[in-house]
């Protein structure tokens, strides 16, 4: 009998995820029927889209309002295909706000579901965990800790490591990437991520610009460069580059890097981090690739005002539950890596502590260390992982 899989991602980064767990499946179960929302890894795996990806791509609570009608709609049309015709498993790659409601609206009527990327119940809103044990069959998480957690509640778990982890080259090979991006190989270089959101661009650029103008007075020859995610992010960044200017700062996309074709498939900023002496870098999954490529780093964040007051109503919360904000030190239970958040992101603090990360030579070496094992820890193989768990959760159900 076929095996027929519900599925959907609403980013980039799930889409990615759910494309090799497709691959995954499909080397077990040829035959395997995929269908749901989706974006282009996941087509390229054969994967149905009934709606593309970006039909949940959503930018802050404002965008989600003016988008609510159109996000209703792709949710009652996929709600009642899968009632209609029960898949043999649903898979919700992360999108939590959106998964986590279908899951147990299609788990209350007998179909089994399987949630992949736990939300950060270890960080904010830890009562979620009453939804998840109620909307999900089995857990697949991205990091060892979080194992612990959904055990000690009942939920069913799989870690299944974090895809990354195989993506990233354990070596970082810096010369070579030094050549993609024409840098000279004795250059003292310094990678600036400011974020790949316009929030983050607006808050955080004129700090990191500032900052980065600090340390070019300490050393006229570092070279900045910038990844930007899209010609939109450039622009924006851009604009904030004339009022605070660096000199022979680089700004670099996809294309300026593979060409119009695209013929490399890793991420421009993964280049830029492997090329680079140390990285200023905003929260988020960058962290987590900086760290991979075994680069010392300076996490910093800023949150506008309104921004904090959303978060702290939505989650009843005026910090996160653990000291760290930064995914390697969150994993680490250590700050391995300065964190500079909020009022402490000045540019003086920014440009001291990116300083060291770019020229103290001891430092670099024990944050590598530290970081290498973390990926030994991270490394797995994932698709497999979670590809036997989805297919085990879909015979359970049959």
């Excluded at 970006?54 to 996929?78: C, E, I, N, Q």
Aim: proline fraction near 8%; glycine fraction near 6%; charged fraction near 20%.
């Amino acid at each position: 009998m076929t095996v027929r899989i519900g599925m959907v991602a609403g980013e980039p980064s799930g889409d990615l995820l759910a494309g090799r767990i497709i691959a995954g499946l499909r080397a077990r179960q040829p035959d395997l029927a995929c269908a749901g929302i989706g974006g282009p890894q996941m087509q390229a795996q054969d994967f149905e889209a009934w709606h593309p990806m970006h039909a949940l791509t959503v930018f802050g609570y404002v965008d989600a309002l003016k988008r609510l009608p159109s996000l209703l709609g792709t949710y009652r049309d996929v709600k009642q295909r899968w009632l209609a015709e029960p898949p043999s498993v649903f898979v919700g790659i992360d999108a939590p706000d959106f998964n986590l409601r279908l899951e147990q609206q299609l788990r209350e009527a007998g179909t089994p579901t399987v949630h992949f990327v736990g939300p950060s119940i270890w960080a904010w809103r830890y009562e979620r965990i009453h939804k998840i044990k109620a909307a999900v069959s089995h857990m697949l998480v991205l990091f060892p800790f979080e194992e612990e957690i959904y055990r000690k509640e009942g939920i069913p778990v799989t870690y299944v490591g974090h895809p990354l982890a195989g993506a990233i080259p354990m070596e970082p090979d810096r010369a070579a990437a030094r050549a993609r991006l024409g840098i000279d190989p004795h250059a003292r270089v310094l990678a600036i991520l400011p974020g790949s959101r316009s929030s983050e661009i607006r808050l955080l650029a004129p700090r990191f610009l500032q900052a980065a103008q600090r340390l070019l007075k300490r050393d006229p020859a570092l070279q900045c460069v910038v990844p930007m995610v899209n010609d939109q992010r450039r622009e924006e960044f851009q604009a904030i580059l004339a009022r605070h200017p660096v000199p022979g700062l680089r700004c670099i996309t996809a294309q300026d890097l593979h060409g119009a074709q695209g013929e490399r498939q890793a991420p421009v900023a993964w280049s830029v981090m492997e090329a680079s002496n140390a990285v200023l870098v905003a929260s988020g999954t960058a962290t987590l690739e900086t760290a991979l490529y075994k680069r010392p780093m300076v996490i910093s964040y800023v949150l506008s005002p309104w921004m904090r007051r959303i978060m702290a109503w939505k989650s009843g919360q005026q910090r996160p539950y653990l000291p760290w904000v930064g995914l390697p030190n969150v994993l680490l239970r250590d700050f391995a890596v300065p964190e500079l958040l909020q009022d402490d992101a000045t540019p003086e603090k920014l440009a001291e502590a990116t300083w060291a990360a770019l020229t103290d030579e001891a430092l670099a070496a024990r944050i590598e260390s530290r970081f290498a094992a973390l990926h030994q820890e991270l490394l797995r193989d994932t698709p497999a992982l979670a590809a036997q768990a989805i297919l085990e959760v879909a015979d359970g159900a049959a």
